[in-house]
C-alpha cells in the first residue's frame, strides 16, 4: 500500500525523500532503482520514513516511502509497501550515531574507491588527507580521516551489525563509510547535512581517484 501521511510533518518528510531522490538521480549517483535515502519524523525520533523497495528513484513520489522504527528498520505501520532493502544499515546508524537523515548512493568516484579498497571479508579502511574538503565532514581535525569499508555481505543484516560495531567503536570517526564494491552511505542531523557530506566525500573520493596515488588501506 502506497503511503499515505496522516500528518503535515509526515507530508513534508515525504516530499524531502522524493525531492532529494531526483535531485541524486540525475546526478547519476542513484542509477536504476539503486540507492536509498531515509529521514526522520520531526517531533518522533523513534520513527523514520525511508525509501520503498525497487523505485525507480528519477520518479520518486512523496507514495513511495514507507514508515519505520528509526532504531530497528521494522515497518511501523501495518499493510506499507516493503522499505529498502538496506533499512537495516539506516537503522544501525540511527541507533549508534543519534543521526536525523541518511543517504545511500552509488556514486562513481565513491564506488571505484570501494572498489580497489575494500576486502571481502573484512573491514578496512582508506586515509584520505590533506584535501580542503576534508574541513567539509565535521571533523575535529580535518586534516586526515579514516573511511570505512564493509564487506559486502550477501546478508544484509550482518554489514548492519558490522556498520553497529565499527561506529560504536569510533565515535571521531568520518559520518560516513563504503561498501566494497557498492556505494557509499552518509548522514546528518538533516537531509540537507547528509547531502553535503555525501558530495564532500564523493568528491574526495574523486579526488583520490584522479591523483592517481596509492591508495592508503589498513585493516580496520
Ligand atoms: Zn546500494
Known sequence: ???LPSTAAGKRTAQQLSDTSRALYERGWMPGTSGNISLRLPGDSGRA????????????????????????????????DRPSAETSIHAAVYRVTGARAVIHVHSPYATVVAHRAGAL???????VERFELLKGLGLKDPAFTDLP??????????????????????????????????????????????????????????????SRTELHVSRA
Open 1 to 3: 500500500m502506497s503511503y
Open 49 to 80: 520514513l525511508i525509501t520503498a523497495s525497487g523505485r525507480d528513484k528519477g520518479s520518486l513520489s512523496t507514495r513511495d516511502v514507507v514508515e519505520v522504527d528509526a532504531l530497528t528498520g521494522r515497518a511501523s505501520l501495518p499493510g506499507q
Open 121 to 127: 571479508d573484512a573491514v578496512v579502511s582508506v586515509r
Open 149 to 210: 569499508v564493509f564487506p559486502n555481505w550477501p546478508d544484509v543484516d550482518r554489514i548492519a551489525d558490522d556498520v553497529a560495531d565499527r561506529l560504536a567503536a569510533d565515535r571521531e570517526g568520518p559520518p560516513g563509510l563504503l561498501l566494497a564494491d557498492h556505494g557509499i552511505t552518509t548522514w546528518g542531523d538533516s537531509l540537507g547535512q547528509a547531502k553535503n557530506r555525501l558530495e564532500c566525500l564523493e568528491s574526495l573520493c574523486q579526488l583520490l581517484v584522479l
